[in-house]
Nanobody, 113 residues
Framework: QVQLVESGGGLVQPGGSLRLSCAASGSIFSINYMGWYRQAPGKERELVASITSGGSTNYADSVKGRFTISRDNAKNTVYLQMNSLKPEDTAVYYC???????WGQGTQVTVSS
């Protein structure tokens, strides 16, 4: 069983930056997929960015050029650097891990002046 713990959320003004971290522990497969998803009030959960153990990345169109996903395999940690934040980025951000279909508890990101 893999446990995921997110951190780094908070309140930031429009145009600001935040970096989210997701630390995985437990039985980590060497070949895996990790991603960041988000869910805003009244909306469905959506993919923000993903990264494979080999380093291949994928981004939602709405965050391309502003967000960067990265990982440190030695630390089993995935990061999401979020720049030029907009009010529409406000959501609970969740970390996700395959092949176990595991979710973290979520971290709130609020972008507001």
């Amino acid at each position: 069983q893999v446990q995921l713990v997110e951190s780094g959320g908070g309140l930031v003004q429009p145009g600001g930056s935040l970096r989210l971290s997701c630390a995985a522990s437990g039985s980590i497969f060497s070949i895996n997929y990790m991603g960041w998803y988000r869910q805003a009030p009244g909306k469905e959960r959506e993919l923000v960015a993903s990264i494979t153990s080999g380093g291949s990345t994928n981004y939602a169109d709405s965050v391309k050029g502003r967000f960067t996903i990265s990982r440190d395999n030695a630390k089993n940690t995935v990061y999401l650097q979020m720049n030029s934040l907009k009010p529409e980025d406000t959501a609970v951000y969740y970390c996700y891990y395959l092949p176990e279909d595991s979710w973290g508890q979520g971290t709130q990101v609020t972008v507001s002046s």
